[in-house]
Nanobody, 119 residues
Framework: QVQLVESGGGLVQAGGSLRLSCAAS????????MGWYRQAPGKQRELVAT???????NYADSVKGRFTVSRDSAKNTVYLQMNSLKPEDTADYYC?????????????WGQGTQVIVSS
């Protein structure tokens, strides 16, 4: 089992910045990919950004150039720096971790942290 605890959400004005953090504990040694998803009211959960254990990053088109995902392996923590925030970034943000499990991957999710961007 992997436990994920997010922090750093809140209310910010459009154009502002926030930094989300997610600390992993438990069976962390086999974690490969970590990252962030988000879910806005009435919408499906969508990928925001991910980063693999060797540093490869993937971003949703809607956040490229504004958000940066990073990872501190020594602290078992993944970060999401969000700049130039827009009202459409308002959502619950969920930390994600993935580890190999046989021929598949086993996902773990945090409980979510709310981000509200006011116009």
């Amino acid at each position: 089992q992997v436990q994920l605890v997010e922090s750093g959400g809140g209310l910010v004005q459009a154009g502002g910045s926030l930094r989300l953090s997610c600390a992993a504990s438990g069976n962390i040694f086999s974690i490969n990919t970590m990252g962030w998803y988000r879910q806005a009211p009435g919408k499906q959960r969508e990928l925001v950004a991910t980063i693999t254990s060797d540093g490869n990053k993937n971003y949703a088109d809607s956040v490229k150039g504004r958000f940066t995902v990073s990872r501190d392996s020594a602290k078992n923590t993944v970060y999401l720096q969000m700049n130039s925030l827009k009202p459409e970034d308002t959502a619950d943000y969920y930390c994600y971790a993935e580890r190999p499990y046989g021929l598949a991957y086993l996902p773990s999710w945090g409980q979510g942290t709310q981000v509200i961007v006011s116009s």
